[in-house]
């Protein structure tokens, strides 16, 4: 009988990111920028969650660029494929035979009401089984690879409670001495673990209303353009306390910028769109030289690949360790 491949008090990061759209700066805020902070810290699983992508995305073709176009993401912002895992969901198939444990020891009512999923339903997405199944997915992520600490935003807080419920029932039912499973914990930065749209709603690919990393030119001057301001003078002082522009300046302006701009609100005569001019400039500043090592990495695709598959196949090894002691702990029969 193999024993716990998990080492009790290791710290391992797991996160992933959905390959369902362009990613976005609260994207960046929200996760990646935490991501390639904890990859300095600990042993990290990091993954493009196509899997997940196709409860709302029908089209191949755009399921394949999104998904390469987020591992060139994470590398130009500085990933560094040396120190952890950058791989793709799907080359993990063995999540699917996990999920399918996992489904078997949850109880319906705890998936019915997930706020997430009853949010998306209200939004007009169809209620289908992989969205109402999405935490318990999300639950074999993260305990596949023994993860304890899960960068996330705080609208998938509930979601890892799911995944914590999921480890102690597992353990409960199936693991009479040592625990198989760790009990992870949610890393969300309160500070910026929402991010406006231009709407003034969360930003997210579901609302349309995004502003893209590495945007430029008409089209980032567009999305800025249609950020929900309210109807004060041009002369008046203003709230940046309420205002959406300032809520993502505060994201990009070092603290000397953003005291100066704060006070520029509160005197008057600094208009919405001049802070609208600044947003930008400090996105194109804040994204250069980034934007700069994606162009060279959507020139070497060979390059990418290699990253994946070599964060896959040492993803692939842990996956299969754990799924070894899992198959052992539920009797099911494995004759290969």
């Avoid at 716990?4 to 390959?19: M, R």
């Avoid at 987020?70 to 791989?87: E, I, Q, R, W």
């Avoid at 020891?105 to 997930?114: F, G, I, R």
């Avoid at 009479?176 to 929402?194: Q, R, W």
């Amino acid at each position: 009988m193999s024993t716990n491949p998990f080492n009790p008090g290791d710290t391992v990061v797991v996160s992933g990111i959905q390959s369902s759209g362009a990613l976005h700066i609260g994207n960046y805020f929200g996760a990646i920028r935490q991501h390639i902070a904890l990859q300095q810290e600990h042993p990290s699983y990091y993954f493009i969650v196509n899997y997940h992508a196709m409860t709302t995305l029908r089209d191949a073709e755009l399921l394949r660029a999104h998904t390469l176009d987020a591992a060139v993401t994470y590398l130009a912002l500085g990933f560094d494929p040396k120190k952890s895992n950058l791989f793709v969901q799907s080359d993990v198939p063995l999540l699917n035979e996990l999920t399918w444990i996992f489904c078997c020891l949850t109880p319906v009512s705890q998936l019915e009401k997930a706020t997430s999923y009853k949010d998306k339903v209200a939004q007009g997405l169809k209620a289908n089984c992989g969205l109402f199944n999405y935490p318990i997915l999300q639950a074999s992520d993260i305990l596949i690879y023994g993860g304890t600490l899960v960068p996330v935003g705080a609208d998938q807080k509930q979601h890892i409670e799911i995944t914590r419920n999921t480890a102690q029932r597992f353990n409960k039912v199936y693991c009479l001495g040592e625990p198989l499973f760790p009990i992870p914990d949610a890393y969300i930065v309160e500070s910026v673990a929402v991010v406006p749209g231009v709407d003034g709603r969360k930003m997210s690919k579901s609302y349309a209303n995004t502003i893209g990393i590495f945007d430029e030119g008409r089209e980032l001057s567009r999305r800025i353009r249609r950020i929900v301001t309210d109807s004060t003078p041009l002369e008046e002082p203003k709230n940046p306390d309420t205002d959406n522009v300032f809520a993502l300046l505060k994201l990009f302006a070092p603290d000397e910028k953003r005291d100066e701009i704060r006070e520029a609100y509160l005197r008057g005569g600094y208009g919405y769109g001049h802070a609208k001019q600044e947003l930008e400039r400090l996105i194109l500043d804040y994204f250069g030289e980034a934007r700069e090592r994606r162009r060279d990495l959507l020139a070497h695709e060979d390059y990418v690949l290699d990253v994946l598959r070599q964060g896959a196949r040492h993803a692939r090894e842990r996956a299969n360790t754990c799924m070894e002691r899992v198959r052992e702990l539920t009797g099911l029969v494995t004759t290969y």
